[in-house]
């Protein structure tokens, strides 16, 4: 496969009701009952996930769980600590690091892997039935994988078979499988934007693809979000598995997990406020300067998204809370959130960091004279070397 086009060949691996599946590894008693993720014992608070024997009868993530009682009065709702999910997501991750080096974490419950080497050898539906077959029966979690030559695609195939499918989506073969299904489906359309598709007769991705939709598009979208997606459908967006893309430089961070939705802007910024103080001390104690600053959230769904500014080094705590306060405003969007942090990376001491010469602000007479030599030295390097005395014998009265 790989040898004929030198196409990649690239798994997306998707867990499948990760969070029920881990509830019901923790408490086999669940299995096979309309039950939710959320707080256990209360009418307040927000489903972030939910079995599918409870997706049939209604229940979706986001829902209150109010709403979700009035729907299914005998639905149980539990609470799982985060810490077992990421024990699992680990578990998960060492199970693919067996297939590649190449692994890209999308979330907490899924990954990109690229096996292109690894298919040289073995075919690479065969590849994706093992592992599929390992994680079910190793560590108890099923998964679907989406088999292509890019990200995007990649992407959108592992979602057309739940639970438990494979599905091998090759450029040639878009027209026939992508086109037929609904806008809602492309990957990267929002919640706020398929609607407005939808409202203007753009149902399928066959309708979002046609020519003579394009302008009607454009001016619902915007140019860079229809080129972004008809290029991704195409098959020309990455095909680059980047274990790194989201790493971070030297940083500093902090984070809080709520036992309680925070679904405001006000209440974000209070929160974000005190982060914010709390990191601004560990960067003056340190002596540190940090030069990009950044926002976590983490909704009911569990996908966390990191939103991030780059300006100059500071250690202002004024300065550095206004960047977070015009990310919140730009990104947040006043959704139920479970996950708020702050991060500081691209740290430098102090002494790390280029000299600004100001006389106004230097109070040491020898350090005054050591920039005003420095100064000297690079003006006359730049005018010659008799810039600024060539004056000095001529008397001085006639100036």
Do not use: W
């Not at 691996?13 to 019901?24: E, K, L, P, R, T």
């Not at 923790?26 to 608070?45: D, M, Q, T």
């Not at 997606?229 to 893309?245: C, E, H, K, M, T």
């Amino acid at each position: 496969m790989a040898t004929k086009n030198n196409a990649k060949i690239i798994f997306h691996i998707d867990m499948n009701a990760f969070f029920c599946s881990v509830a019901c590894l923790l408490n086999p008693a669940l299995r096979g009952k309309v039950f939710a993720i959320g707080r256990e014992n209360s009418y307040r608070g927000v489903i972030s996930s939910a079995s599918y024997e409870a997706r049939a009868l209604g229940i979706r993530s986001a829902m209150s769980q109010k709403e979700a009682y009035d729907l299914v009065p005998n639905l149980i709702i539990v609470s799982v600590d985060y810490s077992h999910y990421v024990h699992y997501h680990h578990l998960f991750l060492n199970i693919l690091k067996e297939y590649s080096s190449l692994i890209e974490v999308a979330s907490i419950d899924e990954a990109y892997l690229d096996v292109t080497e690894r298919s040289l050898t073995r075919h690479p539906l065969v590849l994706a039935k093992e592992i599929q077959a390992r994680l079910l029966k190793e560590i108890g979690l099923s998964c679907s994988i989406g088999i292509a030559p890019t990200l995007f695609l990649a992407k959108m195939a592992s979602d057309m078979k739940k639970p438990l499918g494979v599905t091998v989506l090759r450029k040639r073969d878009v027209a026939t499988m992508l086109y037929p299904l609904p806008v809602s489906d492309i990957y990267g359309i929002g919640k706020k934007t398929y609607p407005v598709l939808i409202k203007n007769g753009i149902k399928t991705i066959a309708d979002f693809m046609d020519e003579k939709n394009k302008s009607k598009i454009i001016k619902l979208i915007g140019e860079n979000t229809y080129t972004y997606v008809i290029q991704s459908v195409l098959g020309a967006s990455s095909n680059i598995v980047d274990p790194n893309r989201h790493g971070e430089s030297e940083s500093i961070s902090t984070s809080k997990t709520y036992d309680r939705i925070i679904d405001s802007e006000t209440e974000v910024l209070y929160e974000l406020r005190k982060m914010t103080r709390e990191l601004v001390e560990k960067l003056r104690s340190n002596h540190y300067f940090a030069k990009t600053i950044g926002f976590t959230m983490r909704n009911v769904d569990f996908k966390t998204s990191t939103r991030s500014r780059s300006i100059d080094y500071t250690d202002d705590f004024q300065t550095i809370f206004e960047v977070i306060a015009d990310l919140v405003e730009e990104h947040y969007h006043n959704e139920p959130l479970r996950l708020l942090g702050v991060d500081l990376a691209n740290i430098k001491e102090e002494k790390q960091l280029p000299k600004v010469y100001n006389l106004f602000t230097i109070g040491d007479q020898d350090e005054k004279k050591e920039v005003i030599d420095s100064l000297i030295k690079e003006y006359q390097e730049k005018y010659g070397k008799n810039a600024l005395f060539q004056n000095k014998n001529k008397d001085l009265h006639k100036y």
